[in-house]
């Protein structure tokens, strides 16, 4: 390829995030036997982005939990975000990996770099499908994700809201 075509674009890969979700719940429902699949409720947040919930469903039971969400523009496909629950709730000696500060961090850093601000990376922004896909695949994978689905399936999940969910 040339030098000057996009890195990773491939004008025969256009599928829109729905309709890789829509093949995440296809394989969910393949993969369980169908006793899981994915829910997903579509949404507009308050400044006019497009959301997607995804809930996973325990067929047998009837239970659903919430797993994540994706946001991206209306009428526009990509960027695309995926909004990962967070485990704040969760005690430290209960996570495989946390964030601890040491005493006085603050208090070292430069005064150069407290004005200047720094530069914040979002790895759960997608550009195209493919990298969608990566990143669908790795949020289905964290932790945070394989314990509620667990619970589901053990029957040990608290759910709250779990019959307003609309199909």
Known sequence: MSRFWPEGLSVNDVQSPDEILENAR???????????????????????????????????????????????RLNESYPVTIQPRLEDNLPNILKKSYSQRGVGDEVMMPIAMLRKGKTVTNK?????????????????????????VFNLVSGSQTVSGDNDIKE
Not at 130 to 137: Q, T
């Open 124 to 148: 759960w922004v997608s550009d195209t499908p493919s990298e969608f896909r990566e990143k669908l695949a790795e949020v289905f994978n964290l932790s945070v994700v394989k314990a509620t």
């Open 26 to 72: 296809e394989e969910w429902e393949t993969s369980s036997n169908a006793v899981l699949t994915l829910v997903l409720q579509k949404s507009e947040s308050e400044d006019g982005n497009a959301i997607v919930i995804i809930h996973a469903k325990h067929a047998p039971s009837n239970r659903t939990a919430t797993l994540f969400s994706i946001i991206h």
